[in-house]
């Protein structure tokens, strides 16, 4: 199963954000490309930066989610409601490189990043090892990815 933990899945999923390009039209869904690299670039630094920690919807349920979200070869829903909603945030198209570079480098920090007691807890998937949020990663970027045609 693709990781960004894998260099060569790593190198893919980075060039197809580079190819991204700021009018790239939606397949899908509310946001426009720069609010998805928003969304996608905060997201990983949350991560990275020990987060406050989120309660799981379900600690009992997150586990079911869990395993059918990363185990399950099957991609994930389109348009599900996001909480924090992405396509609410004003994103100028000219921040599109900066958030395309912070996109890259936070595919890379979790490609090398190790889960420790400062990890924050997934509001849907709840506790995740060191391996399911190098998969989270890759199958977060791969949906907003393809949302776009990348």
Known sequence: MKTVGNPKTLT???????????????????MNVQQA????????????????????WSERYSKVIRFVAFR?????????????DPASVEVSVEDFDDLRDRVIAGLEKMAAWNVSAETPTHPAFGHLT?????????????????????
Request: aromatic share 10%; net charge positive.
């Open 12 to 30: 893919r999923l980075t060039d197809r954000v580079r190819s991204l390009t700021p009018d790239a039209p939606r397949q899908w869904g509310m």
């Open 37 to 56: 690299l928003s969304h996608l670039a905060g997201s990983m630094e949350w991560v990275l930066r020990g987060g406050e920690p989120q309660t799981a």
């Open 72 to 84: 399950v070869p099957l991609p994930w829903p389109k348009s599900i409601p996001n909480p924090n």
């Open 130 to 150: 060191t391996w399911e949020w190098q998969r989270w990663a890759y199958k977060h970027a791969d949906h907003h990815l393809k949302q776009f045609g990348a």
